[in-house]
């Protein structure tokens, strides 16, 4: 997978090292040679990953990091910090900044290839949650956050069978978070699709394999996009690659520091929040984009598609399918006498009535106005026929309460039923027919159901 990877450092000499490196992998690179350019470029060009230096005169790459972090147009672009320094103060530091990781000159390159892999594709994903979300906000399904980014702390789970370490890491992260720990496999899977905002791993546990642990989580469905941080000896490096190929999210180095912890906990912690809101927002544009606002009930989109497929089947052979379609009777006298307020409250009314009188295979749809359809699917044109008549009874039974309840009104329905016919049929057929059908009912008389058979 390729990537355009921004390139930072105020010596020429390491810019032309890395970028002839990165080149030769295909990657497509950027350079920069100090901070106020690195930020312009990271602004016009959207890069996917930035290597970043520390030691730069003027603005230093922390700076760079924390301007590229607090931006939200480049926040979620992952920002790989290089240094000739190995202090635990300025990993700790840059960790705080919004760095996603720390690599030491000289670059070990096996290491810097499968870092830059592993972020490649994380902002992969990002990326198409992004792009998904914007197109909701453009088409106007999405009007805010449908989830809570903020909130302190999360619930992680801690899987080591080092019964010291372990207790000394859930000890750390007691302080912020709500850590649980395992020491066995069997029950941390189990554990794991619960409600978990982080899986720490002990990739050297004597007792079980914690890649392969780490591999079962990115296998399974459920656990699939669950952040997990693994604590790696880095003098263990075809561990460490072994860990980022198969899809860990971050590296903690052993003997375990507790503000590098701290540091890589909280950023795998925003980072998963930030993910969950996207895909939040993104099913809530696709909820919005099938279901009637007013009603709560699938709107004439999504009826399409089901019943589309619903009548090839039956005219292939399989189960006929039998369709509904229903009009309130003069709801734009009720508009006109009580305004629209109250009409409404009569459309929401009504649908609680047809979702509670039609069986859980079939599908109640408004169909735009005061129109509503029911598709049926398996189900003769005689037992719609019986179904339509108790929908109708029931709408007809009893009073609609309104304004608060201060006021009764009798509600009556017309409805149409048709069936499939077999080879041949058309979903546009079929709803002409019950509409035709439904029609006849209001020119007869209302409140009266109509069936067609052909």
């Known amino acids: 997978m390729s990537a355009r990877i921004l390139v930072v450092d105020d010596i020429e000499a390491n810019v032309r090292l890395l970028e002839a490196k990165l080149t030769a992998e295909y990657y497509e690179v950027l350079v920069a040679y100090d901070g106020p350019t690195a930020l312009a ?30 931006d939200p147009e480049t926040r979620h672009v992952p920002v790989v910090l290089v240094t000739a320094l190995d202090g635990r103060a300025d990993r700790v530091a840059g960790l705080e900044a919004g760095a996603d990781e720390f690599l030491t000159k000289p670059i070990d390159d096996v290491l810097l290839f499968a870092r830059v892999r592993s972020l490649t594709r994380l902002k992969s994903v990002m990326d198409e949650l992004r792009q998904r979300e914007a197109s909701g906000r453009r088409v106007g399904v999405i009007a805010g956050a449908a989830s809570r980014m903020g909130g ?18 859930c000890a750390e992260l007691a302080v912020e978070h709500r850590p649980i720990v395992e020491h066995g496999v069997d029950k941390a899977i189990l554990v794991a699709r619960g409600p978990v905002d982080l899986v720490i791993v002990n990739t050297a546990s ?23 941080l693994a604590i790696v000896d880095y003098d263990d490096r075809p561990r460490l690659v072994k860990a980022l190929e198969i899809g860990v999210n971050d590296i903690l180095p052993r003997p375990v520091d507790p503000q590098e912890l701290a540091a890589r906990v909280r950023t795998q912690i925003r980072r998963k929040r930030y993910t969950d809101y996207l895909r939040d927002n993104l099913d809530q544009s696709l909820e919005l984009a099938v279901t009637d606002q007013l009603t709560g009930l699938h709107n004439r989109r999504y009826m399409a598609s089901q019943l589309d497929a619903l009548v090839r089947r039956a005219a292939a052979g399989g189960d006929p399918v039998s369709l509904l379609v229903i009009d309130i009777d003069h709801f ?12 409404d409250e009569v459309l929401r009314e009504f649908a609680v009535r047809l979702a509670s009188n039609v069986r859980a295979i079939d599908l109640p749809v408004r169909f735009g106005g005061e129109e509503f359809v029911v598709v049926m699917p398996d189900t003769e044109l005689d037992h719609a026929h019986r179904i339509a008549e108790r929908i109708r009874l029931h709408v007809a039974g009893s009073p609609f309460r309104v304004m608060d309840g201060q006021e009764l009104l009798t509600v009556t329905i017309s409805i149409g039923v048709a069936a499939s016919l077999g080879e041949g049929e058309r979903p546009d057929n079929l709803v002409k027919r019950a509409d035709e059908a439904m029609y006849e009912a209001k020119l007869g008389g209302r409140n009266r159901v109509i069936a067609r058979a052909a």
Do not use: W, Y
């Open 152 to 169: 302190s702390g999360g619930r992680i789970l801690i899987v080591d069978d080092n019964i010291r370490q372990a207790e000394r890491v």
């Open 206 to 228: 004597k007792s079980f394999d914690g890649l392969r642990f780490a591999a079962h989580l990115r296998s399974d469905e459920a656990t699939r996009n669950l952040p997990v």
């Open 41 to 70: 470029i990271a602004a016009s060009e959207k890069p996917d990953i930035v290597l970043l230096d520390v030691m730069m005169p003027g603005m230093d790459g922390f700076s760079v990091c924390r301007r590229l972090k607090d």
């Open 332 to 343: 734009k006298k009720i508009n006109d006498s009580f305004g629209h307020d109250v009409g």
